[in-house]
């Protein structure tokens, strides 16, 4: 069983050749060791994760209650060595193994051999930081009670893995840190495609390394401005622009330099290589712009849009850069000449193989437009509806337009119009697709709420609609003033 220590499986394979009442799955906190021996039940019950829970459960229970003696350091061993098996965590493997180091070494020279155990634990979870020189005196100080307890022959394996740390090797017991790094980000880059965003940020908090765990200071860097964008991402989805925007400059100061905002060069002043890493600082730093648009600060966003399109010759990122850009013109007044920018790029778009991108740039032209009219009267409403049907049928094909997200977002901008019934049209689509996506993601609670917040948007956009097409029923009863809507009388049998 990888990474489980020798004395927690010795524990575990004793429990499961004896017979235990069901009823022995609530940690009894008065008897630690019968704790380590109620495991062997609970994981015939529920397997490694069910052993995991037990254990974090029952240190819960005695740390409020107070409890903790030397015997306790059983417990504490086998619930470092969980955390390591199941979840990859080896920095929080330190802290519980120390935690019992300190309750055994509390027992003088009745537990100096339980504290000697202790640091094999200790020494595997210190080698898997990358804490080489740590770990070998760990496992030097562990050695002699470990091969009185197990044989010369495990003894002897385990100072193999010993001398592999002392020439900065990991063991076949060891993971890299840097691996259980990535390993998490991909999790919550894959949370986010399902738009599982609780799931992100869970995942994406693994990512966030502490400073000592010798890695390569420039590949902590990248690691952890990784964990600031899927972080972010999360969060701006999640309604929470200006924490987003904080994780993102946090995210920005690992990789770029200070005063990066206003450098005349967009190619220089990075802390990091950019070559094996153009795609994640493209990534990052488009969504910073993204975010800083939508907070207003387009100054940041056109500063970070610019390094973002530095980094990328993909047409289909370029042309949502250019999306992004055009759109903080239109915040700051200047619709027409974003929609004209917007216009030019969709040929370009379409000659590079990327029809979707063209149809979206045409879309969002259209919506310049349509912000930038004087009046609502002055919308033109038929672009606007052909433009969201071509970037439909383009969405119809697959790939990376979400058809109810733009559905959303013309029934918002045409329900203020004379293209009402459009309006509701789209929104009642958008609601349907939306309420289906949110029931099948199972996400987290805070995810969960995003999309009912979403829903909400909708369902505003699809009740005005519905409002304004009622209101033209000549038994309608509307009210002039703002804010009221009509009363629809109609004859029943």
Known sequence: MKRLSLKAMALMSACLIAPHPSAALEPDISDPFGIAEQTGKVFEEGGVEAVHQFLEKAVRLG?????FTPDWAIVFLMLSDSIRNTRENPAYALRITEEGLALARQGGANWARDAEILEVGRAYALADLGRYEEAVEAATLALPAFRQQFGDAVADEFAGYAEGWAEGRAGAFNYSVQEAAERALKAAEEALDRADYGAALTSGARGFLPPDTGIDPMALGLITARAGLVTARALFALGKAPEAQKALLAAAAE???PGWETAMDSDAGWLIPTE????????????LGKVAASQGDIALSRAALSRAQGQTSDPRLRTVILF????????AGNGIEAAQELEAAAPIARAAGAEDQAALALFYAQMARAIAAPTWDAVDTAGLIAATEAALAEAAKGGAIDPDFLRGEAAAMLVRTEAFGA??????????????????????????????????????????GAQRQDSTLPQANCFVEDGFGCVVIQDRP
């Open 63 to 67: 740390r409020n209650k107070g409890v």
């Open 255 to 257: 990789v770029a330099a």
């Open 276 to 287: 094996p890493s153009r795609g994640t600082l493209a990534d990052l730093f488009f969504w």
């Open 324 to 331: 992004t850009r055009t759109m903080s013109q239109v915040s």
């Open 423 to 464: 309006a509701t049209h789209y929104a009642r689509a958008a609601l349907a697709g939306t309420a289906e996506k949110i029931a099948q993601a199972g996400d987290t609670a805070i995810g969960f709420e995003a999309g009912q917040q979403t829903l909400r948007a909708l369902a505003e956009s699809f009740l005005a």
